[in-house]
Antibody, heavy 119, light 113 residues
Framework: LQLQESGPGLVKPSETLSLACNVSGGSITSSTYYWDWIRQPPGKGLEWIGSVSYNVNSDYNPSLESRVTISIDSSKNQFSLRLNSVTAADTAVYYC????????????WGQGTLVTVSS | DIVMTQSPDSLAVSLGERATINCKSS????????????LAWYQQKPGQPPKLLVY???TRESGVPDRFSGSGSGTDFTLTISSLQAEDVAVYYCQQYYSSPFTFGQGTKLEIK
């Protein structure tokens, strides 16, 4: 299984951050798995953003819930993250990752993509 | 939210010596119905994503060297590296997956003395 993030590396304040995670080597439509986004500000720790599973409601970190949408595009075998009204505090490396429904630890991660919020 | 607190924040250990990292959760992550602790450990090297080392508090992920071991239950956990190797220099994170939102410790930076 491989996960690969893609999207703009620079987003202006107050705009919407949009990233996609392409999943290869496995099907995103399996209800056996959850697909997650996690971020890491430069030099800091890890923050779970939220997750989605096929035909299951998304689950978000309450700290970001009002600004976040995570969804699946089964036709492309990918899932996406949208974070609106961004500020400099949203500057981070964004990782996509996978969890299995039989356990909830993150067993596969993408390489991560740095998103900078700046005008 | 379950708060995860690691200690120490940084650690310097000589090659071949033992390294011990602690993790404490603000509430128990032991699920009584299956007697499993919903606690994982990750290793992150510069410029890389975190790598899963240990899950269920003490089960080593496939391919992880046996010098890495996890222990503990309830709210107190430990990651031990029995004989530090140069390639073990990294930041280590614990993470609870007992309940959403899933939370990580702040990280422990491990260096060579």
């Amino acid at each position: 299984l491989q996960l690969q993030e893609s999207g703009p590396g620079l987003v202006k304040p107050s705009e919407t951050l949009s990233l996609a995670c392409n999943v290869s080597g496995g099907s995103i439509t399996s209800s056996t798995y959850y697909w997650d986004w996690i971020r890491q500000p430069p030099g800091k720790g890890l923050e779970w953003i939220g997750s989605v599973s096929y035909n299951v409601n998304s689950d978000y970190n309450p700290s970001l819930e009002s600004r976040v949408t995570i969804s699946i595009d089964s036709s492309k075998n990918q899932f996406s993250l949208r974070l609106n009204s961004v500020t400099a505090a949203d500057t981070a490396v964004y990782y996509c990752a996978r969890r299995a429904s039989s356990h909830w630890y993150f067993d596969y991660w993408g390489q991560g993509t740095l998103v900078t919020v700046s005008s | 939210d379950i708060v995860m607190t690691q200690s120490p924040d940084s650690l310097a250990v000589s090659l071949g010596e033992r390294a011990t990292i602690n993790c404490k959760s603000s509430q128990s992550v032991l699920y009584f119905s299956n007697n499993k602790n919903y606690l994982a450990w990750y290793q992150q090297k510069p410029g890389q994503p975190p790598k899963l080392l240990v899950y269920w508090a003490s089960t080593r992920e496939s391919g992880v060297p046996d010098r890495f071991s996890g222990s503990g239950s309830g709210t107190d956990f430990t990651l031990t590296i029995s004989s530090l190797q140069a390639e073990d220099v990294a930041v280590y994170y614990c993470q609870q997956y007992y309940s959403s939102p899933f939370t990580f410790g702040q990280g422990t930076k491990l260096e060579i003395k």
